[in-house]
């Protein structure tokens, strides 16, 4: 299982680097299960929304098959929905890769590139307009932590793509596997405050 984490500028640290704990360490506990990688439009340094930097490690067009891609949220999506190649480039990974995943408002990057239409979908509370605007047949799921239509999975906000990801692990190794990450990461998801 080969899973993509896709970076760009002011991408939302934790839409990409939660997502990233949880299958990196599926990943590195089982490597003949799943193996995850970043790619950016090019590979390098990409700068996140509140100054962390990334590395990706492949590009766009060098990434190679994938199982699944992430396509993370963050401002750094505003750009991407007006982006026609990036648009495009979507378009393709529909067309091979098994499974798309968004966190937050990396479901608008799909809705833009006709991902969700008449599905349901989910992304950041602050965005939910914005995605019914979109695409008015999308089946917009305001409460949901994340939103599994087979094909296409969609989270809310920042830390729904921990929880998505841990769906993500359940569903392709199980939920004994997924209880094993969730234990390791140490991830309670009942809130402190």
């Known amino acids: 299982m080969r899973i993509g984490i896709l970076l760009f500028e002011d991408v939302e640290e934790l839409d990409a680097v939660g997502p990233w704990e949880v299958l990196a360490s599926w990943a590195a506990d089982h490597p003949d299960e799943a193996q995850v990688v970043t790619l950016a439009r090019e590979p390098g340094p990409v700068r996140a929304a509140k100054g962390l930097r990334l590395f990706a490690e492949h590009g766009m067009a060098d990434v190679g098959p994938l199982d699944v891609l992430l396509h993370p949220g963050g ?7 007006k982006d026609e190649d990036h648009l495009a480039w979507i ?26 239409a008449g599905r349901p979908a989910t992304t950041h509370w ?39 990801a ?11 596997r997924a209880k094993e990450v ?6 309670d998801p009942a809130p402190p405050i």
Do not use: N
Request: proline share 4%; glycine share 8%.
């Open 75 to 81: 401002r750094g999506t505003r750009p991407l929905l």
């Open 166 to 176: 841990l769906h993500l692990v359940a569903r392709l190794a199980g939920v004994e």
């Open 182 to 187: 969730r234990h390791y990461i140490q991830y």
């Open 91 to 116: 378009r393709e990974r529909r067309a091979t890769v098994p499974l798309m995943t968004s966190v937050c408002t990396g479901s608008l990057v799909y809705a833009a590139a006709g991902l969700l």
């Open 126 to 164: 602050s965005a939910l307009d914005h995605l019914a605007q979109l695409d008015p047949t999308i089946d917009v799921r305001p409460d949901d932590r994340f939103a599994d239509d087979g094909d296409v999975i969609t989270s809310a906000g920042v830390s729904a793509g921990i929880d998505m």
